[in-house]
């Protein structure tokens, strides 16, 4: 008998069993996966068909990426039985195995050995143990398998020297959530994706951070290739202001078989971003199971209905290969929880004490008072994502590619009936919008990209991939039920319409202007197997490319200027009211070239002691190079624990959005007497004429220093802790300005002057900030009855705080107080803006047909800086979901999300339109303390209360 063990990846077991059972050899077969938890054992979903136990094995270790032996010859005539649900790793087994003369066992490595009776159980432990003996010369013949923070195959991630989080498909549907960004926050509490209102583009592409960072301190990867930005740079006050950040949730979950999460400064390995960590969105291949899928969902407040289809499809490509086709469609409506408009509409308003009014106009006295919107946009999204490889020569040809196109609604701040300066008053004594309007910002968001590589293997060992990558965002603004109030008074003065005419011939749509952001990337990634490590090697080429393409005229011309005559009786605001478009003069052609080259090192010192060092070097068009190391190491103490600790360097280069963006919009600002003011504040590139004459210098790169120390403790009761400290030093961070104003200083004043806004903001390096922080995970699970228990608790606590604010020297900047050009409110965004702590605790219990799972998720508090400081308690989310398996290809599921009705604290800070008006009689018409009842400035986890959910996914 040939005793000989094959060690082999995912997408060569069946070929090779196949081979070997043409020969008939009989021959114990080695099935190797890596663990896709750093935990003791998950609740996995299986579907394999009663067949032949050997097939049925198969599909069984393919599907729980589990280590097991067994014979060819012993497993061949053995009929297993039918299994399809979650279930834990043992109870499937055992059910798989049921009256079909086999069992099993497992030893010490976790490694599960397949038995038939004595004899033969106490073979296969022998064979076990010569196979133990040998492992370091075996695995010299397993597949790569690419998990982050690592370029070698491990047994699991536990031996890591760095934490990573791996969520699996499975895991993050359970969530309930209906979009990449809202799972990620649900399962893992070091990520954040903060909600805000009626901040533009924010509001439809929300900023996600991780460990407390900002949105472009995080690199995102696909299939481990470097993922392209999105367009949009985050310039309202929203958490993650001056940032750029990643689109998560243009790869819709129907693509996605896992994503990697590694907590760990890592731009040593990844290159620029990669200061917080790296989040790995891994596609779908051919193990991926078919299916259809069909949910709905609506909030208890009866709005934000939900829809959405998932397919998923493997197509054989010329027999040999395959392409695994994801398709999503999602229909989301809005929600609403704006307060009730306090403040008058209409003229004719007499004020009796401040926020008290009389009125006896009876338009005001009826008007709905429901003017805003302020809740979750309402969207439309299709997506489709592909995934191929062919096997070609002595490697595998391998690609995929994405696209999703998103249409967004949003709303701006609702213009009145009585303001001049937004809805100028015509010759009949009325607004030119007879009631006031409301602006909507409507957005197009398109996001491409295409990625074709080569892999394969050479006879001394050596691994080589070199792939090309082709990534874009691009959004497409238009503002829609608005004016440009400046043209009113044209067609009034300049062109002598009536009111009527007017009213009838104003253009109310605009579209304001477009952005978009490109990314090429080559790689050659070299990487080998020696005595004493694996070494690795890499070049990348990069060529960044962003473009803003100027809007229509009427978005942002002031007409007030084509005529000067002396009856315009107020110069009506320039530009389409709630989001004006940028001029020719504002665009944007931009792009830049990036060259790599980076060194790694995984050295097994002893059995027990692992060692990974790499060093990368980055040469910037524009800024330079860069220069970065990292240290990790991993130390098994004993059988039950295990340390960890890193040491790197890393720095993030200045975004294209931050070199290059520039306009101007309305924004609305607390001022120090408590009223909310609308403001003309142009941001400006960093190379303009503004900032040359104040003296901005360039920008140049964030360095950072982040140190780690962790362990691991696996308890023969299945209980597995993880613990990880964290701290992160971040130098010349890159921020927005406050909005700069006149009278500030001479130079100042005439820069503003020059440019015809009211305030000016630019970015700067000028913070320094440390982060520091714990990550705990433990997870147990414990059968019961017929069923298993899973638990989980995660915890983050982190702190951000700014060590150090500066001004450029010799700059019109450096005579005025720091605490001028960065206020406290931009502060307080980097450092209390986002929760102090989340903590997760999971339970599931799988018990035959049925899945249950609850989910507590608590979001520490946080403090926001509005005018006034207001902290945010604590608050506790529940969320729950059950599942029923109702034959082999179909279940139904149903749950809450949000179970109790949960809101945060009500806002007490930067509120607008609060106000009393009573009238002639007395009657009160309204009271409100104004339209936003929670803050619209950052909401973890949202503001829109309880949400219920259904669905069925169908198997074929």
Known sequence: MDNTFHFVGLNSIARLLSRLYKQRISSLLLLYFMSCFSKAEQLIYFDIKDQNANQALINFAQQSQQT??????????????????????????RKLLRNSGLTFSKNQDNIIAINANASQTEQISTIATNHNNSAPTAELNIEKIAIVGSRTARRSIIDLPVPVDILSVQQLKQSGQTDVGNMLQAVAPSFN???????????????????????????????????????????????????????????????????????DGAAAQYGSDAIAGVINLVLKDDTAQDYVEVSYGQYSQGDGASKQLEFNKTFSLFEQGFINTSLSISNMQATNRAGQDGACIYKDCISLTPEKYLTTNNSEISANRQTFEVGNPKYQQQAIVLNAGYPLALGELYGFASYSKRDNTSAAFFRTARDNNTNPQLQDGQATINNGYLPKIATSIKDASINLGYAFDLDNGASIDASYTHGKNS??????????????????????????????????????????????????????????????VGLEFRRDHYQVEAGEKYSYFDYNTLDNQAQYNHDAIAGIQGFPGISPDGAVDEQRYVRSFYLELEQQLTSDISLNSALRFDDYDGFGASTNLKLAAYWQSNS????????????????????????????????????????????????????????IPELTEESSENFSFGAVASFNNGLTVTFDYYHISITDRIVLSSSLCSGENTVLNQALMAENVDKAQVFLNGVDSKTQGIDLIATWQYPISQGVFDFTLAANFTDTKVSQLFTPKGSALNNLPVEQVFSQHDIAIIESWQPKNRINFTVNYQHEDWFFNVILNRFGQYSVIDGEEQTYSAKLLTDVRAEYQINDSTHIYLGSNNLFDV????????????????????????????????????APFGYNGAYFYAGISIDF
């Open 68 to 93: 097991l032996l067994f014979s060819f010859e012993l497993t061949a005539k053995a009929k297993s039985n039918p299994i399809k649900g979650y279930y834990s790793t043992d109870f499937a087994l």
């Open 193 to 263: 994706f903060s909600k805000s209102a009626i901040s533009d583009g924010s509001d439809v592409l929300q900023p996600a951070t991780l460990r407390g960072l900002g949105p472009d301190q995080t690199l995102v990867l696909i299939n481990g290739k470097r993922r392209h930005q999105a367009s949009l740079i985050h310039i309202n006050n929203s958490v993650g202001r001056g940032t750029a950040g990643t689109d998560l949730n243009a790869i819709p979950l129907a693509a996605i078989k896992r994503i990697e999460i590694l907590r």
């Open 475 to 536: 959004l497409r603004y238009w503002t829609e039920n608005s004016i440009n109030a400046s043209f009113a008074n044209f067609l009034r003065y300049h062109e002598a319409q009536t009111a009527d005419e007017i009213r009838h011939t104003i253009p109310r749509t605009a579209h304001a202007y477009d952005l978009s952001l490109s990314l090429q990337t080559l790689n050659l990634d070299i990487m080998q197997d020696l005595d004493w490590a694996t070494l690795a």
């Open 640 to 695: 039950w624990l295990t340390y960890r600790a890193a040491f790197n360097t890393g720095f993030r280069a200045p975004s294209m959005q931050q070199l290059y963006f520039n306009n101007t919009s309305t924004q609305f600002l607390v001022n120090d007497d408590g009223q909310l003011l609308g403001q003309k504040v142009a941001t400006f590139r960093n190379d303009s004429s503004l900032a040359s004459s104040i003296g």
């Open 903 to 938: 809101y945060p604290d009500k806002n007490t800070i930067g509120n607008s339109r609060q106000g009393h008006i009573i009238d002639g009689a007395g009657n009160t018409v309204v009271e409100s303390d104004g339209v936003f009842e929670y803050s619209r400035r950052s």
